[in-house]
């Protein structure tokens, strides 16, 4: 990998990403800054992107789109060796994993085209993978839900985190509060077809934890040595939102009617209270630290902690639920304030990637933030 972006010409290079989830985002940084930028597009969801963002003149920020008959295309060596030749970063978010059939095998030791990030961390994102990211928690001293490896353990309210049948990539969560709660809930799902028999034996069950659901977004700079809070934010489910807003007195007969989906919509800004802050970036560099040690190079770039803040005594703390170990699916991150108190304006993500790659361009140490 070293010996391909050692070739690259540094003043050619090319930003490139799979046309779903953040993609806008890391195009929009990255011709901000000058970069050429290429979207890798499915034939029939290529428009965003082919037409509606396509740069014209001084406006718009995809440059170019290639269109593939399927997502998993761009593993092919020949679409491979196109971006290779036009000097190209690819930069990672979910969507690729999901497209790529969550093949960490082919992402890691087929896909030459030198990627922004570490993609060997990606796969910790995976609860069946070994370590996964709640070693990474552990490792990092970050509390977590209390799990329960057997069903019969449940003794409290409990969310059973498994992956749908027909998209093994959306979540078929479910709430139960005891065994029989359990029982009666995975044989009805299972009926139903909603997730299969092993599906479900690679579920997490976890305790129900209540409080403001909020997504830490942080960048690690390899270059700097660096940790910085790019931005909070909360996400948007369907149809919990909806189920939420439903008076009380008639949420019971609803859900007799309905199964809660979370299905993500949209992320939406928040903020926290500054007393909080030192926590949030020790949690950071904490994690940080234990990526290093168990997932070399560690972390680059971009990642969030997905996190409940839950009330005292003693006081206020905070829990996280889940980690994304890489290019986060909130472009809104722009709007909360905190990368703006330390660049004195406001940046994307995408922006911070872009702004890493021209460090790196500048340093003469690509290689430091690919892989």
Known sequence: MNNIINQYDPKKITVAVLGSHSALDVCSGAKKLGFKTLVIAQKGRDLVYSKYYKTDDKIGCVDNCLILDKFSDLLKPEI???LIQQNTIFVPHRSFQVYLNFDYHAIENEFQVPMFGNKFLLKSEERGVNPNQYDI???ANIRFPIQFTDPHDIDRLCLVKVLEKARGFERAFFVVDSYQDFKNQTDKLLKDGSFTEEQLQKSVIEEFV???HTNFNYFYSPISKKLELMGTDTRRQTNLE????IPISYQTEVL???EIKYEEAGHIAVTVLESMLE????MGENFVTACQNLYSPGVVGPFALQSIIVPG???KDII???VSPRMPGSPGLFATPYNFYLYGKHLSVGTRVAMEIQSAIQNNCLDQITT
């Open 256 to 258: 007799k009617k309905m």
């Open 80 to 82: 491979q060796t196109q």
């Open 279 to 282: 926590q949030v970036f020790a």
């Open 313 to 315: 005594p003693p006081k």
């Open 242 to 245: 909806g189920i939420s807003r």
């Open 210 to 212: 209540t409080g403001v």
């Open 320 to 322: 996280v639920i889940d």
């Open 137 to 139: 928690l552990k490792a």
